[in-house]
């Protein structure tokens, strides 16, 4: 199976042509006699004889999706949302002027060798818009017969409202124009079909009032349309954006707004899209991951000076001597209380990424007590608890600081001077051993080093640290942190099948250096503005930064900008399907207590989008880990061409190396074939069923017996 190709994503969404009166212009007719012949003979190959009284045989349908791309940004979302779920797919580029021309040869044969019946080679089809052959074409031709014949639903990517996808034009009561900031419905019949995952209601992002973002139609439906997602019209009845289309034998999801794959509308609609194309039963899966790491617990952190616009105690501040300052920042046992009491409210657990030598120092260095420990050990058993080395130490190579930046120091043959293996595991270890006499439960198997260190640190450790990966081994340590920013992809740390694996996390932009919305607002200014405006000027010459037209605020940009804008960063990571943990720091659960504002407004907004049945879901870094590796050998396996999947009826065949785990989703009443019965399949997420699963003992395949109503 072709697992596709992509292209750098779009950030904006192109609107569907049209023309000045809001129809759009009808395409050229320009197939010839000789055309029309043509089609007629494709159409004639692509529709199977029966003798009279003959039943017709049940079809094979492989479960691959045929995405027809045009390089529009509407494409571009669906692909994100296949490969993100890892549903296998192959792209035609109409741009290609080699490319395959869609025959009937192409998209079926008469008689599989495998199973003696009729082939449908793709389960649904992905089109910019509903004629992106030409109407009257051998391709289109070749299309439509493919989609009667076996019953293939067709996904209209962007297109506009008009009789020919079975709405009224948008000047019969219906509207076109900029959707930024509308409310839209999901209806009755959308939620009890492909968009069952959503609670109801969906608004169109406006993230810049000065910018158009989202461009759309919105028509009346006609018969044989059935609306999925709408909005009122100016006359008090209700236009539709989304809806099924059935006519002529065919079904298709007719989509009349364009979008990219960043939009968060796009996000959250993008599963009942995929849902509705292969009629709920696809490779792949979809879940709404969120978890999110604390570091530097019971650590104190340094923090940000206004005046020289640095942290006393970071190598590049004047003055800095690599300690955290006069005035740190470490929360207090109100701090912990009031985090113990904030999870239970929300529903939502903490990682607690913890050093405990930090800890007993801060202890000797305050008469012997504290408050903060205390609290948190007395409410171990609230959180889930993770390595971070027992003091903290830069685990790379050893840094020479007399310059800035800093850069690895070298002994007197020229080589790399190294922390050792011995620290290392003495780091590891020690904070272990220290938990666990606390009574704390800690997985020896899960590790985040401080800053990561140990791991490659561009540009001036372009390598692992060495002593690293035997450090790991000595200690059990299977999954070690890594900055998503830095390294989005899962790797190997060292050799070997018992190699410890990467799991990379998301920075939160809620800085560790700052305690108040005044110093984190200033900071962001330092950043984010020009040098003009005050700033570092960094955001002029950074090509992934932009500057802000202005400073913010100390006293109100927090709240009214950086909150709103981190919230909608995270629920992003969460609505693309991507379980890597998310990671702050200790010093934002204390004084201004600055992550709740955004973490509340995460789960205010998931909860508003999402029914109760698809609930976010919070794994631990080991199930992360395991998640990216299971995802990593099922897009090699695609990749390689090693995946077989089909169904026939209302039985689900799937072949892969052996090994390699399958990501299947099936609907409500799913049963897996065992050697002798049956079992219930997966677990229930989104009104769906889906797992990552294997062939039962003694079978060489995956069977799946789908519900018969």
Known sequence: MDSGRFRTPRTTARPPRTSPTGRAPRPA???????????????????????????????????????????????????????????????????????????????????????????????????????????????????????????????????????????????????????????????????????????????????????????????????????????????????????????????????????????????????????????????????????????????????????????????????????????????????????????????????????????????????????????????????????????????????????????????????????????????????????YAKGIPVDRGELVTGEHSGLRTLPQQPVDNPNLAPALADNGVKWTASDNSREPRQRSVGTGPGAARTVPRHPMNVYYNVGTAAEMTDEYNWIHTSRADGGSGACEHDPASTCLPAPLDTATGYAAHIVPQEARTALGHVLGNDPRPHYAHQSNLAEERLLYPVLDKVLADYRELFADHTPLVNLRQRDVGAELSRRTAWETALAAGQVTAYRVGTTVTVKAPAGVAVPLTAPEGTRKQLLLGTAPFGSPYAGTRSAWTTPEALQSAITLRLPTT
């Open 29 to 435: 007719r320009r197939a010839s006699r000789l055309a029309v012949l043509a089609a007629a003979g494709l159409l004639a190959t692509v529709v199977p004889s029966a003798r009279a009284g003959a039943a017709e045989p049940v079809p094979r349908i492989d479960l691959t999706v045929l995405v027809v791309d045009d390089g529009s940004s509407a494409i571009d979302a669906i692909t994100a949302e296949l490969k993100g779920s890892g549903v296998p797919y192959r792209t035609l580029d109409l741009t290609d002027p080699g490319r395959p021309l869609l025959t009937p040869a192409f998209l079926s044969e008469p008689s599989d060798a495998a199973t003696g019946r009729p082939r449908a080679r793709y389960q649904g089809v992905v089109l910019p818009h509903e004629s992106a052959f030409g109407p009257d074409s051998a391709e289109q031709a070749a299309l439509v017969a493919y989609e009667k014949t076996y019953r293939i639903p067709q996904v209209d990517a962007s297109t506009w409202a008009h009789p020919g996808v079975g709405l009224d034009y948008t000047s019969d009561g219906g509207w076109a124009g900029v959707l930024d900031g509308a409310r839209a419905h999901v209806t009755p019949a959308g939620k009890a079909g492909p968009f069952r995952d959503l609670r109801g209601t969906l608004t169109f992002e406006d993230n810049d009032p000065h910018v158009s973002e989202s461009y759309g139609y919105a028509g009346r439906p006609r018969a044989g349309y059935t609306s999925y997602l709408d909005m009122p019209a100016a006359d008090g009845g209700r236009i539709s954006l989304i809806g099924e289309y059935a006519h002529d034998g065919r079904r298709e999801l007719v989509v009349t707004f364009a979008s990219n794959p960043h939009q968060r509308q796009f996000r959250v609609l993008a599963r009942g899209i995929v849902e509705w194309l292969t009629q709920g039963v696809h490779l792949g899966q979809s879940r709404n991951y969120l978890s999110v790491h604390v570091d530097d617990v019971l650590a104190p952190d340094a923090r940000w000076d206004p005046v020289r616009d640095c942290t006393p105690g970071d190598l590049d501040c004047p003055g800095g001597d690599g300690e955290t300052g006069g005035d740190p920042i470490r929360m207090t046992a109100d701090d912990a209380a009031y985090a113990a009491a904030w999870q239970q409210s929300s529903g939502f657990l903490l990682d607690m990424v913890y050093n405990g030598g930090q800890g007993e120092q801060w202890k000797a260095e305050h008469g012997g007590t504290d408050p903060l420990a205390a609290r948190l050990i007395a409410d171990r058993d609230r959180y889930r608890w993770i390595n971070h080395t027992y003091t903290h130490p830069f685990l790379g190579c050893v840094q020479d600081t007399r310059t800035v930046p800093w850069t690895c120091a070298k002994d007197a043959t020229g080589a790399t001077k190294w922390t050792s293996r011995a620290e290392i595991s003495a780091q590891i270890r020690d904070n272990l051993d220290w938990a």
